[in-house]
């Protein structure tokens, strides 16, 4: 290893530092495998309910005091080892002026799709003004959470794409698809407006202390690998090459990629997460032993018996623990359901723990 008492970015002196998770995302060796969820602030958690209630979605990624809140619910309720900032992968979107509201039991819906070269145009950069919000909670996230670390986030550009070219959820992502194969400039640059703009909002949150960032490419996996290579991939390199200079962790994530996993952590990503259709041991073998993994209990397991659960749990840290990589971080392999048993996620977080401790 290099000398560590360089100058490092601030992000590496944090308080969070020593963390299990960042420890984990560095291939250090940690007292027990660090857990958090993707969702796991939100709509299962009755508390959520309560300090939601009557403020629209977007609204309340507005409210600094709120976020923090609403993001610290988790970490006191589950004792989880790291908090994700609560916001959505459109925030950044509607920060530079596109009309998108986010429907509930629908997802995001934009107004006015973005469909031809003359609708680029609306994509423009973002600035950190265009979100004070963001720096704002962050900082108050940061100070209130001491050594527990906080995740930034961000909606990867093929992801975004696919909300906006549709104009809201899609289950084949016909006319994203159409773009990308019928008129592949137009795309590119659609995706590289979308890199910039997805940057700038991972730099806000690292820049106010967020000590590690996740890009969520959700829906990518409805790509073959050599469409991911060519349209895709170009951006979400971009996306990442834009960060490395602050040396936090960069997490990769989408759903059903088990075909994508190599080339996703060789876009840039430190840790590679992984849904539960591959397991720990054979992600690692695509990925490489350079990259952390995170993953992968199928969420729907959390609504069988609690003997099941933990059989389930032990299976993924087993085949974690048979990796010539020491990186894991115990997450599900997608994010948490509304309808789930907020105890059920608490039990797991300890039994990962205590089967976890060395
Ligand atoms: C695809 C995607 C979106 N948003 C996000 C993704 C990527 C993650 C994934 O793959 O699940 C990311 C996201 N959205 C939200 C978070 C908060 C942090 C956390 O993970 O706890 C995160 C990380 C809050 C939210 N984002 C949303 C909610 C629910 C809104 C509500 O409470 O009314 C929350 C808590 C809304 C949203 N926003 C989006 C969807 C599909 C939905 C759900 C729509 C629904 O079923 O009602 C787009």
Not at 19 to 27: G, I, Q, V
Not at 95 to 100: E, L, Q, S, T
Not at 188 to 213: C, H, M, N, P, W
Not at 263 to 288: C, E, I, Q, T, Y
Request: proline fraction near 7%; aromatic fraction near 6%; include cysteine.
């Amino acid at each position: 290893m290099s000398e560590t008492t360089a100058a490092q970015p601030a992000a590496h002196r944090s308080a969070a530092y020593d963390s299990a998770f960042l420890r984990a995302c560095r291939h250090e060796p940690v007292p027990h495998t660090p857990v958090w969820f993707m969702r796991q602030a939100g709509r299962s958690l009755p508390e959520y309910h309560k300090v939601r209630e009557g403020i629209p979605m977007l609204d309340s990624c507005m409210r600094p005091e709120l976020v923090k809140e609403i993001t610290l619910q988790p970490v006191r309720r589950h004792k989880v080892d790291a908090a994700i900032f609560f916001s959505d992968i459109v925030v950044p979107l509607k920060a530079i002026g596109i009309d998108v509201d986010i429907k509930a039991g629908i997802g995001p819906v934009i107004a006015d799709p973005i469909r031809t070269r003359a609708d680029l145009q609306r994509l423009r950069p973002l600035e950190p003004d265009d979100v004070p919000y963001v720096t704002e909670a962050v900082g108050l996230l940061v100070d209130e959470l001491g050594s527990t670390p906080l995740i930034g986030f961000a909606g990867a550009p093929f992801t975004l794409a696919s909300y906006l070219i549709e104009g809201g959820p899609s289950k084949n992502h016909e006319r994203t698809k159409a773009m990308m194969y019928g008129e592949p400039e137009l795309w590119a640059e659609l995706v590289d407006r979308l890199a910039v703009i997805t940057s700038a909002f991972l730099k806000v949150q690292i820049e106010a202390g967020a000590s590690a960032v996740q890009l969520f490419d959700s829906w990518v996996g409805s790509l073959a690998p050599d469409d991911y290579r060519r349209s895709v991939m170009p951006a979400s390199t971009k996306v990442f090459e834009s960060v490395a200079e602050y040396g936090v962790p960069r997490i990769h994530f989408g759903v059903g990629t088990g075909e994508l996993l190599g080339l996703m952590g060789k876009a840039g990503a430190d840790v590679v997460g992984v849904d539960w259709r591959v397991p720990l041991d054979v992600a690692s073998s695509r990925v490489g032993a350079d990259k952390a993994l995170q993953g992968n209990l199928d969420p729907a397991v959390l609504f069988g018996p609690t003997k099941v659960v933990e059989t389930k749990a032990r299976e993924v840290l087993h085949a974690a623990s048979s990796l010539s990589t020491s990186g894991h971080i115990f997450n599900l392999g997608h994010g948490v359901l509304p309808s789930m048993d907020p105890d059920a996620l608490s039990r797991l977080v300890a039994f990962v723990h205590e089967a976890s401790a060395r």
